[in-house]
T-cell receptor, first 112, second 115 residues
């Protein structure tokens, strides 16, 4: 079936550190891949997306590249800020599907 | 910026009672969804709704659940006889026709506590 696996959290970093959150997926066909972010007390917000192999999604300094050969979509940021503290969810939509399938989420905590 | 609005933000109900969770999707969106997140677990898809009918549902969405768009603006999730394990955060979302290009917009959620 279709599924998303994310690295276990929490991830604790100091401000300006480099961030990587790993995400791998299992899906038939060619899914579209997403990262969503959930700030405390808020809903899920789309952070970035990629719709085909080798696409790179980017937003607010975050990046992720769709790697079909490794079925991965790792999230990276060169220099995190305290305001980046949130829960990050990797997700996919399978081809011709409507359901977003989420990973378990990774909590990021950034301290100054 | 347009928002998806969910009410109430928190609801407490007794086991066996019916609950209705309400959502107002973005007005020009065509697809509507419900997801839930049990505390500490992943966000799970429940159902998608398009053109006044269910377009996809998960195995979680059994006969205890139903959805409705009663008046062209609201989108509701009804749980007929709540169980303790229905306690979760329920998220409503909506999207345009091209949900991959434009993405989904989520509400802030309703925390349902079944006691």
């Amino acid at each position: 079936g279709n599924s998303v696996t994310q690295m276990e959290g929490p991830v604790t970093l100091s401000e300006e550190a480099f961030l990587t959150i790993n995400c791998t997926y299992t899906a038939t066909g060619y899914p579209s891949l997403f990262w969503y972010v959930q700030y405390p007390g808020e809903g899920l917000q789309l952070l970035l997306k990629a719709t085909k192999a080798d696409d790179k999604g980017s937003n607010k300094g975050f990046e992720a590249t769709y790697r079909k050969e490794t079925t991965s979509f790792h999230l990276e940021k060169g220099s995190v800020q305290v305001s980046d503290s949130a829960v990050y969810f990797c997700a996919l939509i399978r081809q011709a599907g409507t359901a977003l399938i989420f990973g378990k989420g990774t909590t990021l905590s950034v301290s100054s | 910026e347009p928002e998806v609005t969910q009410t109430p933000s928190h609801q407490v109900t007794q086991m066996g009672q019916e609950v209705i969770l309400r959502c107002v999707p973005i007005s020009n969106h065509l697809y509507f969804y419900w997801y839930r997140q049990i505390l500490g677990q992943k966000v799970e898809f429940l159902v998608s709704f398009y053109n006044n009918e269910i377009s996809e549902k998960s195995e979680i969405f059994d006969d205890q659940f139903s959805v409705e768009r009663p008046d062209g603006s609201n989108f509701t999730l009804k749980i007929r006889s709540t169980k303790l394990e229905d306690s979760a955060m329920y998220f409503c979302a909506s999207s345009e026709e091209d949900r991959v290009l434009h993405g989904y917009t989520f509400g802030s959620g309703t925390r349902l506590t079944v006691v």
